[in-house]
């Protein structure tokens, strides 16, 4: 005969800590009950979930964290009996979460990238629907999030990804709204039997999160013996099985990206969706230069200014499939204020932060 104990809820897990709280002589604050269901959610994601045992440890450790915050203060009575959200290692501040309206708005302020901002706000807000509809008691749908990102290196997808784990956490899709980032290096061993734990292992650091493969491509070889398909076949079990822990997305050129999902159906039949990041084009690069500058306090003469945009028209007219763009605008910043910096070692009364037309040099 086997009996099945089932999890116990937030709100049990809530009183079991309470429980302790009082045993110890400590209350919690509404703030602080908040800040314990968030760190047990965080630990939720954990695989070998705890239970009454994850309580207790969140417990000591926030009384332990009591006593070291306030050993060099002076303190109330009250002060030694009560547990706040510092304890738990929440910030107040961030009790409730990032408010989704000011990260959809952070989507919508990027440079450039229209139809990949308008796909994504499409699949946010179609999440946020089911999440409302099973707010009302209506069964949510089993959501698949996972994604491949399709372009060149710097067109914005590693920032997109960042923010998509934010978002979906602000939804409650996700524990943690944390983001792994790895490549082939990270997951695939040298060795037979190690590429399988440690991939599984990159998988549960994101779990809660999302997981993010740059380059995913290069997990394939033209040799059926590459320990890269051992990669494959671990993270198609988990993309399956842990679909409500973690979302997977794989970045990369167009071209390699196509032949990857080509090469593998297990893969292809669990993405959800394609995003395609275009290369910015010369006005977008100039305004990424100039919001780089903006952000550190320099202004750019006329002159240096028609310079920059003459630069990225001429770059983004003649690019190739090593073309940067992002990183290609925030190197030229960096640049220019290199030359400006030797600039400024021989006339010191020049103003620091203004970039003149020499400081933009054709071949930086």
């Given at each position: 005969m086997q009996i099945d104990f089932e999890d116990f809820s937030d709100q049990e897990l809530l009183e079991i800590a309470k429980a302790q709280a009082k045993d110890n002589h400590y209350t919690l604050t509404e703030e602080a009950e908040q800040a314990f269901k968030v760190k047990i959610n965080q630990e939720k994601v954990v695989p070998q979930f705890a239970n009454a045992r994850a309580v207790r440890n969140i417990m000591e450790e926030a009384m332990r964290e009591r006593a070291f915050r306030l050993s060099e203060k002076l303190v109330t009575k009250d002060d030694l009996v009560i547990l706040e959200p510092l304890d738990?290692?929440?910030?107040?501040?961030?009790?409730?979460?990032?408010?989704?309206?000011?990260?959809?708005?952070?989507?919508?302020?990027?440079?450039?990238?229209?139809?990949?901002?308008?796909?994504?706000?499409?699949?946010?807000?179609?999440?946020?629907?089911?999440?409302?509809?099973?707010k009302m008691g209506h069964p949510m749908n089993d959501l698949s999030l996972h994604m491949v990102f399709t372009g060149n290196p710097g067109t914005g997808k590693t920032t997109i990804a960042r923010l998509i784990s934010q978002i979906l956490k602000s939804i409650g899709v996700l524990k943690r709204g944390h983001m792994i980032e790895v490549t082939r290096e990270d997951l695939v061993g040298q060795y037979v039997g190690q590429t399988g734990p440690?991939?599984?292992?990159?998988?549960?650091?994101?779990?809660?999160?999302?997981?993010?493969?740059?380059?995913?491509?290069?997990?394939?070889?033209?040799?059926?013996?590459d320990?890269?398909?051992e990669a494959i076949s671990t993270l198609i079990k988990e993309m399956e099985d842990n679909r409500d822990k973690l979302v997977v997305i794989m970045a990369g050129y167009p071209s390699e990206m196509e032949q990857m999902l080509s090469m593998n159906s297990g893969i292809r039949s669990r993405i959800?969706?394609?995003?395609?990041?275009?290369?910015?084009?010369?006005?977008?690069?100039?305004?990424?230069?100039?919001?780089?500058?903006?952000?550190?306090?320099?202004?750019?003469?006329e002159e240096a200014q028609e310079k920059v945009k003459n630069l990225f028209v001429q770059s983004y007219t003649t690019r190739d499939s090593h073309f940067g763009n992002a990183r290609t605008a925030r190197s030229l910043f960096e640049k220019a204020k290199l030359h400006q910096s030797n600039r400024?070692?021989?006339?010191?009364?020049?103003?620091?932060?203004?970039?003149?037309?020499?400081?933009?040099?054709?071949?930086?």
């Open positions: 738990f290692g929440i910030d107040p501040n961030q009790l409730f979460g990032d408010n989704i309206e000011d990260l959809m708005a952070q989507l919508r302020n990027l440079v450039g990238l229209k139809d990949v901002k308008k796909q994504v706000s499409s699949i946010m807000n179609y999440v946020r629907a089911e999440k409302r509809r099973e440690k991939t599984l292992e990159k998988i549960k650091e994101a779990y809660g999160g999302v997981l993010f493969i740059d380059e995913a491509y290069s997990l394939y070889s033209a040799s059926e013996n320990f890269g398909y959800a969706y394609t995003v395609d990041f275009p290369d910015y084009d010369s006005e977008e690069l100039t305004e990424i230069f100039h919001m780089a500058a903006s952000q550190q306090g320099f202004v750019l003469t400024l070692a021989e006339d010191e009364d020049a103003d620091l932060f203004t970039i003149l037309l020499e400081d933009i040099e054709e071949n930086s």
